[in-house]
T-cell receptor, first 114, second 114 residues
Framework: AQSVSQHNHHVILSEAASLELGCNYS??????LFWYVQYPGQHLQLLLK????DPLVKGIKGFEAEFIKSKFSFNLRKPSVQWSDTAEYFC????????????WGLGTSLAVNP | NAGVTQTPKFQVLKTGQSMTLQCAQD?????MYWYRQDPGMGLRLIYY???????DKGEVPNGYNVSRLNKREFSLRLESAAPSQTSVYFC?????????????FGEGSRLTVL
């Protein structure tokens, strides 16, 4: 069965620190990959996604993620975090093709201290 | 556009009471979903509707029923609420079973069952 693993459950950083959140998945076929963000008290929204092409994907608010197929990974990065990045981050994976559901990681809670 | 709208945003129930969570989307999406979000457990799919007229069970369907009233609306019903159903419920929609894979979420409904 497919699964998604986010290694860091809680991360605390100071402003201007660099961020990397890990995401690994288990599925041998072609996948579509997503990072969603949930700011405190708000709904989830898409941060970035990868379907094909350049494995380095740039999203909103300065976030990027790199798909490394050989490692089954899709880690999220940001060079310099801000207090406003405090949120919960979810990695999700979908087997490519229609009629396939998203498989979610458990999420990583990020707190950025000013 | 309003996107995905859920009502109510907050609800307190006593054990055994019933209620219906309403969800409507105005993006002409074919697929709709109900998730629950619990601390440390990420997002779990309760039910989904791949297209108008169809509904299917997700990971945690017990204690819930759904109705895809039309293309826009997808409701979630708790027939006899239990404390274990205390959670935040999110409705989401996407193109036909996720052609792009991107889900659009409502703002959530926080349910407490006493």
């Amino acid at each position: 069965a497919q699964s998604v693993s986010q290694h860091n459950h809680h991360v605390i950083l100071s402003e201007a620190a660099s961020l990397e959140l890990g995401c690994n998945y288990s599925y041998g076929g072609t996948v579509n990959l997503f990072w969603y963000v949930q700011y405190p008290g708000q709904h989830l929204q898409l941060l970035l996604k990868y379907f094909s092409g350049d494995p380095l994907v740039k999203g909103i608010k300065g976030f990027e993620a790199e798909f490394i197929k050989s490692k089954f990974s899709f880690n999220l990065r940001k060079p310099s975090v801000q207090w406003s990045d405090t949120a919960e981050y979810f990695c999700a994976v979908k087997a490519a093709g229609n009629n396939r559901k998203l498989i979610w990681g458990l999420g990583t809670s990020l707190a950025v201290n000013p | 556009n309003a996107g995905v709208t859920q009502t109510p945003k907050f609800q307190v129930l006593k054990t055994g009471q019933s209620m219906t969570l309403q969800c409507a989307q105005d993006m002409n999406h074919n697929s709709m979903y109900w998730y629950r979000q619990d601390p440390g457990m990420g997002l779990r799919l309760i039910y989904y509707s791949a297209s108008e007229g169809t509904t299917d069970k997700g990971e945690v369907p017990n204690g819930y029923n759904v109705s895809r009233l039309n293309k826009r609306e997808f409701s979630l019903r708790l027939e006899s609420a239990a404390p274990s159903q205390t959670s935040v419920y999110f409705c989401a929609s996407s193109e036909l079973q996720g052609i792009t894979g991107e889900l659009f979420f409502g703002e959530g409904s926080r349910l407490t069952v006493l």
